[in-house]
């Protein structure tokens, strides 16, 4: 493990379910980030949380709610998903500071989602 | 926003031999490009990024470099093997008042033949 744990590894559900993924580092980082991978696409920025805040919402639907407890947990809510929502959900960690300090990213293994 | 192209989508190479793989950026306020390495069903890793004040980066077989005035960076990995297969993506990242915000490229899926 690297550090930085998403629960589950695989989802399936069910358009009206409702469900939610978990992400949790250990890194002592301050900023965390969701991230969308889908087949021959590139990985899309979701949400970014700063300190706890949300800094970013790069257009997500609403049907995708995302919760920043502190800054080593967060979370993705999940209700009346789509199929064409099924990807895998990649959440990632990374110190606080300017590019100028160029802090990569530590990624999660991800939550394959499967929207039945 | 930041757009960030990369080519090729997919590379074959006989071990051994080079790997290029290059990205082109559009926002000049980037500078910071990282690189990530995806193993198949694995999570992306960081092997090696450089800032815009450099114009080169080396670390063993990986080695990147950084034209800020044409605005494109590319990895090259000498004297290839097989456990260097993997989708490798290149990114930029400009400054976003203390959190990153990268944007990646498509990915290219590297495969080193034995």
């Known amino acids: 493990e690297t550090g930085v744990t998403q629960t589950p590894r695989h989802l399936v559900m069910g358009m009206t379910n409702k469900k939610s993924l978990k992400c949790e580092q250990h890194l002592g980082h301050n900023a965390m980030y969701w991230y969308k991978q889908s087949a021959k696409k590139p990985l899309e920025l979701m949400f970014v949380y700063n300190f706890k805040e949300q800094t970013e919402n790069n257009s997500v639907p609403s049907r995708f709610s995302p919760e920043c407890p502190n800054s080593s947990h967060l979370f993705l809510h999940l209700h009346t998903l789509q199929p064409e929502d099924s990807a895998l959900y990649l959440c990632?960690?990374?110190?606080?500071?300017?590019?100028?300090?160029?802090?990569?990213?530590?990624f999660g293994s991800g939550t394959r989602l499967t929207v039945v | 926003g930041e757009n960030v192209e990369q080519h090729p989508s997919t590379l074959s190479v006989q071990e051994g031999d080079s790997a290029v793989i290059k990205c082109t950026y559009s926002?000049?306020?980037?500078?910071?490009f990282p690189w990530y390495k995806q193993e198949l069903g694995k999570r992306p890793q960081l092997i090696i990024d450089i800032r815009s004040n450099v114009g080169e980066k080396k670390d063993q077989r990986i080695a990147v470099t950084l034209n800020k005035t044409a605005k494109h960076f590319s990895l090259h990995i000498t004297e290839t093997q097989p456990e260097d297969s993997a989708v490798y993506f290149c990114?930029?990242?400009?400054?976003?008042?203390?959190?990153?915000?990268?944007?990646f490229g498509t990915g290219t899926k590297l495969q080193v033949i034995p």
């Open positions: 990632a960690s990374s110190h606080q500071g300017t590019s100028r300090d160029g802090y990569g990213y530590t």
């Open positions: 990114a930029a990242n400009p400054d976003s008042g203390g959190y990153q915000k990268v944007t």
């Open positions: 926002d000049s306020a980037s500078n910071y």
